[in-house]
């Protein structure tokens, strides 16, 4: 009978774990995660799910202690593993050996590929990066001209240091054709020659949004670039190759406007503080002779020796006219000092310059007119003045 010939379901489970097993030692599977466990053993215990069907996944922590990323519930995700039978239940699982995010996982590969390929070139080495200027008189920024960061950073500039003179160049961030713009910006900055500081960055998004800033090209022009880079990407938690390669990263395009002019607003500080530390040092100086005048004073009515009382008065009042007058010099000296570095300061603003009589030529797109050849017969461009701007055109030199 047919029934003599039945299986146990120990024999059936180990028939179907040697048929899976043996047919399915390697595959790739795409789903997304749920009940999600990482093990105090360091084991990885979790669902694979679609729309319709679910499977059990294991990952152990041999595999897992190299993944590029914390996976989580809800993440997609594809994993290369093998099938297994997990015979005291009947169930069958897969066990994961690779995983990484569906849909930017070939870009995090990539990600590390550049960024190990560069550290081996000494890219990311700090004893080649460049110190930023205590006090930078120019900053060039390379980024969007209609972006959110652009305006953040200029509304700063304004704020903490208006002295400093901002050179901007517009640059695609985002796209398969940033990343050549953001170099040939780059280039352009740092051959006028008159540029500290340069600021390369751009607002938050998503990694593929901020993927121009991990090309390698992009990297090595930082890399070589003789004027200091800055590099602000995105938020604080966005980790870009651009950011690894500057000599300084800030954690947002606004923190870089205040890292560059932080030493303005510390000296400021400084010259403040020392104001009122000499200020107090006299107001107690004064404190203190008055106290010894009241003393002689009181001494000398008990005593009553009227000779003696009026040579300690008039003494008393030279060495108050001396204090006085001491005092009014140092407060002098102090507050010359102190206007003279303003003075200093002020000087350096361009919007002075354009008080002397200068102006400033821009194009259209706003970038700046150096020399004749820079506009073509005919073409528009706006003359800015001390008091607004003027509009103009090119006419024929003949």
């Known amino acids: 009978m047919q029934f003599e010939k039945s299986l146990s379901v120990s024999e059936l489970t180990a028939q179907l774990k040697g048929l899976i097993e043996s047919n399915y030692s390697s595959v790739f599977v795409r789903g997304e995660i749920s009940n999600f466990t990482h093990h105090s053993s360091g084991h990885m215990y979790f669902t694979l799910k679609d729309k319709y069907s679910e499977l059990k996944a294991v990952m152990f922590k041999g595999n897992n202690s190299s993944l590029p990323f914390v996976p989580k519930s809800g993440d997609d995700v594809i994993i290369q593993g093998k099938l297994s039978v997990y015979e005291a239940r009947g169930q069958y699982q897969i066990i994961a050996q690779h995983m990484e995010p569906a849909g930017i996982g070939a870009l995090f590969l990539e990600f590390e590929k550049s960024k190990k390929q560069l550290e081996e070139e000494g890219l990311f080495d700090k004893s080649i990066k460049k110190d930023l200027p205590r006090f930078p008189r120019s900053i060039g920024i390379v980024t969007s001209k209609t972006g959110a960061a652009l305006r953040d950073m200029l509304t700063i500039f304004k704020r903490r240091a208006p002295q400093i003179k901002i050179i901007i160049r517009s640059a695609l961030v985002q796209g398969s054709d940033a990343s050549k713009d953001i170099i040939a910006g780059i280039r352009e900055l740092s051959v006028l020659g008159n540029i500290d500081i340069i600021i390369v960055g751009r607002g938050g998004g998503s990694f593929e949004d901020l993927w121009p800033f991990n090309d390698v090209d992009l990297a090595r022009e930082i890399s070589k670039c003789t004027t200091p880079i800055v590099s602000a990407v995105g938020h604080e938690t966005d980790i870009t190759i651009s950011d690894m390669v500057a000599d300084f990263r800030a954690p947002t395009p606004s923190a870089a406007s205040e890292i560059t002019t932080n030493h303005f607003i510390e000296a400021e500080q400084a010259i403040h503080n020392s104001r009122k530390h000499l200020m107090n040092l ?66 350096l603003s361009p919007t002075n310059t354009l008080e002397r009589g200068y102006s400033i030529a821009y194009k259209e797109d706003r970038s700046i007119i150096r020399k004749p050849n820079d506009l073509n017969e005919g073409e528009s461009f706006i003359v800015k003045l001390a008091k607004g701007e003027l509009p103009a055109k090119k006419i024929s030199q003949n």
Do not use: C
Not at 325 to 333: A, D, F, H, P
């Open 282 to 347: 006299i107001t107690s100086k004064i404190s203190t002779f008055w106290q010894l005048f009241d003393n002689y004073s009181e001494r000398l009515i008990l005593q009553k020796p009227k000779n003696v009382f009026n040579q300690h008065k008039e003494k008393i009042g030279h060495l108050s006219k001396a204090l006085l007058l001491s005092m009014k010099r140092i407060v002098g000296l102090e507050q010359s000092s102190f206007s003279n570095l303003n003075t200093k300061l002020n000087a």
